[in-house]
């Protein structure tokens, strides 16, 4: 008998252990694993002209582009029809520390975006429909602008726009490295220049076509330099 009620009050003991709630640091693991921001952009006279961006707590994300059918614009505001200029992509990226950090700390200090983003009755050019959501165990909300009153909302815009700016790099000098090696100085001196204004962030995603440039010795040897030191984290043009 007594064997019995001490078997009963251990079965009670891990009944009760199991039904407790989860602690503050598993609410939080999960929040980290399961959160997940996604940034869409829309313009119709760019190429690309959408795109979104998924960015995971976790560091881990994807990039996906639907190019304009008819190209983009060129240098002097006409159609370039090139193939460098109209192409779609999907690309798995990772985005790190503290830019990871500054996204998740703006979702939630914004209420997960569940807010009004556009700044009312404002006069400011378009540059874009964004929109912005945030998923996650501990909440969830979205949004839509052009640009708004919070300085904040349109740094997030700006930054995950040179996310998406970067892996667009990618594309064009990876594409340029096999039909146009003439034309890779001045792209990498176009990137260097965004990277040094920070309107191009996150150049690990594109390391592997920095690194095919870098090392090519068919490649013009500043264009090369240029690679490197962008491999480098550096700015140097020379």
Same mark, same amino acid.
């Given at each position: +008998? +007594?064997?019995?009620?001490?078997?009963?009050?251990?079965?009670?003991?891990?009944?009760?252990?199991?039904?407790?709630?989860?602690?503050? %640091?598993?609410?939080?693991?999960?929040?980290?694993?399961?959160?997940? =921001?996604?940034?869409?952009?829309?313009?119709?006279?760019?190429?690309?002209?959408?795109?979104?961006?998924?960015?995971?707590?976790?560091?881990?994300?994807? *990039?996906?582009?639907?190019?304009?059918?008819?190209?983009?614009?060129?240098?002097?505001?006409? =159609?370039?029809?090139?193939?460098?200029?109209?192409? /779609? =992509?999907?690309?798995? $990226?990772? $985005?790190?520390?503290?830019? &990871? /950090?500054?996204?998740?700390?703006?979702?939630?200090?914004?209420? @997960? @975006?569940?807010?009004?983003?556009?700044?009312?009755? #404002?006069?400011?050019?378009?540059?874009?429909? %964004?929109?912005?959501?945030?998923?996650?165990?501990?909440?969830?909300?979205?949004?839509?602008?052009?640009?708004?009153?919070?300085?904040?909302? #349109?740094?997030?815009?700006?930054? &995950?726009?040179?996310?998406? *700016?970067?892996? !667009?790099?990618?594309?064009?000098?990876?594409?340029?490295?096999?039909?146009?090696? &003439?034309?890779?100085?001045?792209?990498? !001196?176009?990137?260097?220049?965004?990277? %040094?204004?920070?309107?191009?962030?996150?150049?690990? #995603?594109?390391?592997? !076509?920095?690194?095919?440039?870098?090392?090519?010795?068919?490649? +013009? %040897?500043?264009?090369?330099?240029?690679?490197?030191?962008?491999?480098?984290?550096?700015?140097?043009?020379?």
């Amino acid at each position: +008998m +007594m064997l019995a009620t001490i078997a009963l009050a251990i079965a009670l003991s891990q009944a009760t252990a199991t039904s407790s709630p989860p602690s503050a %640091k598993a609410v939080q693991a999960s929040a980290t694993a399961t959160a997940q =921001i996604r940034f869409s952009f829309e313009h119709p006279q760019l190429d690309p002209g959408s795109y979104t961006l998924l960015i995971r707590q976790d560091g881990s994300g994807h *990039y996906q582009s639907v190019a304009r059918s008819t190209g983009g614009l060129d240098a002097s505001g006409g =159609i370039d029809p090139s193939p460098i200029a109209s192409t /779609s =992509i999907g690309r798995d $990226i990772e $985005i790190r520390d503290p830019l &990871l /950090s500054a996204f998740f700390q703006s979702a939630r200090s914004h209420q @997960f @975006f569940a807010i009004e983003c556009e700044a009312a009755g #404002n006069h400011v050019a378009f540059t874009g429909k %964004k929109t912005v959501s945030y998923t996650g165990p501990d909440g969830r909300g979205e949004c839509t602008y052009n640009w708004s009153h919070d300085q904040q909302l #349109n740094q997030l815009a700006d930054d &995950l726009m040179a996310v998406a *700016y970067t892996i !667009e790099e990618g594309r064009r000098l990876a594409l340029e490295h096999l039909h146009s090696r &003439l034309s890779l100085d001045a792209e990498l !001196e176009t990137l260097q220049d965004a990277a %040094k204004d920070r309107r191009a962030l996150e150049l690990e #995603n594109i390391s592997s !076509e920095l690194t095919s440039i870098a090392n090519d010795e068919a490649v +013009m %040897k500043r264009a090369r330099n240029r690679a490197q030191a962008l491999l480098n984290g550096g700015g140097s043009r020379h």
